[in-house]
C-alpha cells in the first residue's frame, strides 16, 4: 500500500502540472506588480516636478508682485499656496532651525527697525514666519490630503480671473508688458493641483 502511494505521488501528472500553473502565474503576478510600480513611479515623479514647479511659479509671481508687477489683486493668497504646495525637501527645511532664525531675524528688525525693513519683504517674512508656527495638523496631514490641492486650485483659478479680469480680457492678459509670464505663471499654479487631484481619484 505504502509503495503504491509512492507510485502515485511521483508518477501523477496533475501535481507538476500544478507546479508549473502556479509558477507561471507568480511569474505574471511579478510582471504585473513591476509594471505598476513604474507606472506609479513615474506618476509620483511627475507630481514632483509638478509640486517644485508650481511652488516656484508662486515664489516668481509673489516676488515679481513685490516689486514691479503691482495689481490690485489679493496676491497674499500665494502664501497659503506655497505653504501648502511646497516641496517636502523645502517644507521640512524651512520649518527647522533655518526658518526659525530667519523668522527670528525678520521679527527683530520689523519691531526694532521697521524703518530699514523693505516693504517687499513683508509677504516673505509671513510666509517663513507661517512655515515655522503652522501646528502640526496644518503641516502635516492637511499638507498630504486632497484638501490642499482643492484650496490651490481655488486659489490659481481666483488668481487666473482676477489676472484676466485686470488685464481687461484672456487676449490681452497674453499681450501686454509682463502678460505671457504672469499668465503663464498663474497656469501653472493650475497644474499641480489639477493634476493631484486627478491621481488621488485614480
Request: hydrophobic letters at 50%; proline letters at 4%.
Amino acid at each position: 500500500m505504502g509503495r503504491t502511494g509512492y507510485l502515485v505521488m511521483k508518477t501523477d501528472p496533475t501535481s507538476s502540472e500544478l507546479i508549473n500553473s502556479d509558477l507561471k502565474e507568480l511569474g505574471n503576478a511579478v510582471k504585473k506588480l513591476a509594471t505598476h510600480a513604474m507606472k506609479l513611479g513615474s506618476l509620483s515623479a511627475g507630481t514632483t516636478f509638478l509640486e517644485w514647479l508650481a511652488s516656484f511659479a508662486a515664489i516668481y509671481l509673489l516676488v515679481l508682485d513685490r516689486t514691479n508687477w503691482r495689481t490690485n489683486m489679493l496676491t497674499s493668497l500665494l502664501v497659503p499656496y506655497i505653504f501648502f504646495s511646497l516641496p517636502a525637501v523645502l517644507f521640512h527645511f524651512l520649518r527647522g532651525e533655518v526658518g526659525k532664525w530667519i523668522s527670528f531675524v525678520a521679527v527683530v528688525l520689523r519691531l526694532f527697525f521697521p524703518r530699514h525693513f523693505p516693504e517687499w519683504l513683508e509677504i516673505p517674512g509671513s510666509m517663513i514666519l507661517l512655515l515655522v508656527v503652522a501646528p502640526n495638523f496644518f503641516a502635516h496631514p492637511l499638507r498630504n490630503s486632497w484638501i490642499c490641492l482643492l484650496i490651490c486650485l481655488a486659489i490659481g483659478c481666483y488668481l487666473l480671473q482676477e489676472h484676466i479680469r485686470a488685464s481687461g480680457g484672456f487676449r490681452n492678459s497674453f499681450t501686454q508688458s509682463h502678460g505671457i509670464s504672469n499668465t503663464l505663471g498663474i497656469i501653472i499654479l493650475l497644474v499641480y493641483p489639477i493634476w493631484g487631484l486627478v491621481i488621488h481619484v485614480m
